[in-house]
């Protein structure tokens, strides 16, 4: 049965299992309850309604007014297909003997085909007024084994009680939601511990909450395919003719480019180049940029009579301060497919990588990334800040440079006491370029490649 979020079932494989205890775990404010809540409002029928059942955490009232905040939230279905019920004056007065006695009694009237205990941990420390726990455990787990309904006990677990604590053993799958850091930087993620009888994607996954409920970005990490996919035998343009001219007549088609250099050399202008080039012909791209604010581009595109206002760009901005990378990735890869954009200026990778959470995650987004564009047929540049003005020891650290097909190294260098730019192809796939560094300069006209003889 789905969760109520498209992308969670993706993770799942599926959705939850039918007629399953699934424990869903995580600190308070993880959204553990908002997950509880989608997933019933999702799912509940007047004929298969699901049974909402609080403890001593929070009083119903507060979670029905949270609720109520939240974009599926449907009044009319209360006292319809979903029914709340308070069971934390039973559990001070009669203690877990009492729970049971009304759980089997909402069962008997109600006849849910959900059920929802939130918080499940909270009754806890009231094991001692029963004989413990585990007989508690025991004989509601048998209860709701009996009954045809799915259920969903929510907890503030941490991740060492999945070891000890018995309701881990008896849940049929289990979800975590947890904060993750990363430098400065604190972001949400998802794991799915357990999940019997069906397969789910392992990892790690980015969500966020809003007022539409959790939103789950699936861990990016396409696995190596070695099907064959056409790939057209065409040339694309720099839009530079006479870095086109060192090329063997620009880039392939579908083919990845990282253009690296230190600050103001020139990168973003080299990918305006080659997104204005198939602008200006017609065809639709994008440009993905956490460099530099609309306005600011688009006075820098003016200087040489672009506009990222045209008709048949998109420019996809967003702030490297808060960035979410998977929520990123997805964004683009959805843009790409909705405009069928031919050609995407990245810029920059360096900021990407700072908000990726871990190196291993920022290669599988950019190999995946890669993969999917080139099987789309959509050309890539992607631009990347190096720290040396001179002498350039490495490109990167994360394995760009041998994932792109082509990479292009912009430099300084002192000629008689001025500083001059030069441009250095270092790396074409799958066809023969011109090694030579060669000098260029910025004009109104853009980048303009100063011819060899020029240079001796």
């Given at each position: 049965m789905t969760s109520g979020s498209d992308p969670l079932d993706v993770v799942l494989g599926g959705g939850l299992p039918r007629n399953a205890i699934v424990l869903v775990m995580g600190a308070p404010g993880a959204g553990k309850t908002i997950v509880a809540q989608q997933w019933?409002?999702?799912?509940?029928?007047?004929?298969?309604?699901?049974?909402?059942?609080?403890?001593?955490?929070?009083?119903?009232?507060?979670?029905?007014?949270?609720?109520?905040?939240?974009?599926?939230?449907?009044?009319?279905?209360?006292?319809?297909s979903i029914w709340y019920e308070d069971l934390g004056a039973t559990l001070r007065d009669d203690g877990l003997r009492?729970?049971?006695?009304?759980?089997?009694e909402l069962i008997r009237v109600r006849q849910p085909a959900m059920i929802v205990i939130d918080s499940f941990k909270a009754m806890?420390?009231?094991?001692?007024?029963?004989?413990?726990?585990?007989?508690?455990?025991?004989?509601?787990a048998g209860m709701l084994s009996a009954f045809p309904a799915t259920s969903l006990w929510v907890g503030e677990y941490q991740e060492e009680e999945i070891q000890r604590s018995p309701e881990f053993a008896v849940a049929d799958a289990i979800i975590a939601l947890k904060s993750v850091r990363s430098g400065e930087r604190t972001?949400?993620?998802?794991?799915?511990?357990?999940?019997?009888?069906?397969?789910?994607?392992?990892?790690?996954?980015?969500?966020?909450?809003?007022?539409?409920?959790?939103?789950?970005?699936?861990?990016?990490?396409?696995?190596a395919d070695s099907r064959d996919y056409e790939l057209r035998g065409e040339r694309v343009p720099s839009g530079i003719q006479a870095l086109d001219d060192m090329l063997e007549d620009g880039y392939w088609s579908g083919a990845s480019t990282l253009v690296a250099g230190p600050t103001g050399i020139g990168k973003t202008l080299m990918g305006l180049h080659f997104v204005f080039h198939a602008v200006n012909h017609g065809e639709r791209a994008i440009?993905?940029?956490?460099?530099?604010?609309?306005?600011?581009?688009?006075?820098t595109a003016s200087q040489f009579g672009w506009s990222v206002k045209a008709d048949n760009l998109t420019l996809m901005y967003r702030s490297p301060v808060d960035l979410n990378v998977d929520q990123w990735v997805y964004e683009l890869l959805d843009m790409i497919e909705?405009?069928?954009?031919?050609?995407?200026?990245?810029?920059?990778?360096?900021?990407?990588?700072?908000?990726?959470?871990?190196?291993?995650r920022f290669r599988e987004y950019?190999?995946?990334?890669?993969?999917?564009?080139?099987?789309?047929?959509?050309?890539?540049?992607?631009?990347?800040?190096?720290?040396?003005?001179f002498g350039?020891?490495?490109?990167?650290?994360?394995?760009?440079?041998?994932?792109?097909?082509?990479?292009?190294?912009?430099?300084?260098?002192?000629?008689?006491?001025?500083?001059?730019?030069?441009l250095t192809v270092l790396k074409t796939r799958a066809t023969d370029h011109e090694s030579g560094v060669r000098e260029f300069q910025i004009t109104a006209d853009g980048i303009m490649l100063v011819p060899a003889q020029a240079t001796e």
């Open positions: 019933v409002f999702a799912n509940a029928t007047p004929e298969r309604p699901a049974l909402y059942l609080s403890t001593v955490s929070e009083p119903l009232e507060k979670v029905l007014r949270y609720g109520q905040t939240l974009s599926f939230f449907d009044p009319t279905a209360v006292g319809r009492g729970v049971l006695d009304r759980v089997r806890h420390p009231y094991a001692s007024r029963s004989g413990g726990f585990r007989p508690f455990l025991h004989d509601l972001s949400r993620a998802l794991q799915v511990h357990k999940l019997r009888g069906g397969g789910f994607l392992a990892g790690t996954h980015s969500y966020r909450l809003s007022e539409d409920g959790i939103t789950v970005y699936p861990r990016l990490a396409d696995p440009i993905a940029t956490m460099q530099e604010h609309p306005s600011q581009l688009e006075r909705a405009t069928g954009a031919s050609r995407v200026l990245l810029d920059s990778l360096a900021d990407l990588q700072v908000a990726a959470p871990d190196q291993m950019l190999y995946s990334l890669l993969h999917r564009s080139s099987r789309h047929g959509t050309s890539l540049m992607m631009t990347y800040e190096l720290p040396e003005l350039v020891s490495r490109l990167s650290d994360v394995a760009a440079s041998h994932l792109a097909d082509n990479v292009v190294l912009l430099q300084y260098r002192g000629v008689t006491g001025v500083m001059a730019r030069t």
